[in-house]
């Protein structure tokens, strides 16, 4: 099978300008405690803050929560919720699309067909010269956000993360593994732009010697494991992308 590079089987990822204005989460306050508030993200002004410092200087190699807030300005502009976007994708080797594109929705909704909610997880792209998922991270989509900043508007994705496991596929399936990233014993979230999104990414629980309980179902099943194998056999381009 040939290897194609990241750069041409992904993507046009469809930013929350572009969503149709009737997906925007609505009554909600355009500021940041309000959204973080919503959101249960007490932290999200200094994570907003420490984003737009990595947005205008590239070159910094600290991860979001490294920065430090004496570097950051102050964020007080407005911000809007989305509870989804599109990635538009090329697919060359899985002939069942139309000339191999395809588009799929990401969602991040707090409830599902009115049921439990809704975080989808994804593939970001972190190095595009290495192959393969070692250029890429996962990560589980909090919500879809739209910061004006300068009267510049940036569409980005408050997300959890993922850490990859050791530098190299489970010997025995094939698939990378990844675990949860936790800050002071929470969740770790963070922001990134759309633009490093390639598309949606299925993680599958690693259950050990252990027996799966009869409770555990798939809406909380992504909170439930240590570790998670990234399923690159879900899909042709899934297979391409996280060899």
């Known amino acids: 099978m040939s290897i194609w590079p990241k750069s041409q089987v992904s993507t046009l990822f469809a930013n929350c300008e572009t969503i149709s204005e009737c997906l925007i989460v609505r009554n909600l306050p355009p500021n940041a405690a309000s959204v973080g508030a919503y959101l249960a993200i007490p932290e999200l002004q200094d994570l907003i803050s420490r984003f737009l410092y990595q947005q205008s200087n590239p070159n910094c190699d600290l991860r979001l929560n490294q920065i430090p ?48 909610a809704r975080n989808d997880c994804i593939f970001v792209e972190q190095d595009a ?64 732009h759309v633009d490093s999104i390639l598309r949606g990414a299925h993680l599958m629980g690693i259950a050990g010697k252990k027996h799966i309980p009869n409770h555990l179902t798939l809406h909380n099943s992504l909170d439930a494991f240590q570790a998670y194998y990234v399923n690159k056999y879900i899909d042709h381009h899934a297979h391409e992308l996280a060899f």
């Not at 010269?129 to 739209?146: I, K, Y």
């Not at 940036?154 to 596929?169: K, R, W, Y």
């Open 129 to 192: 010269d290495q192959p393969g998922f070692r250029g890429l991270f996962v990560a589980r989509v909090r919500a879809f956000l739209s910061i004006t900043h300068n009267k510049n508007t940036i569409p980005c994705a408050l997300v959890s993360e993922f850490s990859t496991i050791g530098d190299q596929p489970c010997p025995d399936t094939g698939m990378w593994m990844v675990k949860p990233d936790y800050l002071r014993g929470e969740r770790a979230v963070s922001i990134i």
């Open 69 to 116: 807030l004496a570097l950051c300005s102050d964020f007080n502009g407005r911000i809007r919720v989305f509870p989804s976007a599109t990635s538009l994708y090329y697919a060359p080797s899985d002939k069942s699309g139309v000339r191999g594109m395809y588009r799929e929705r990401i969602r991040a909704v707090k409830s599902w067909r009115k049921g439990p």
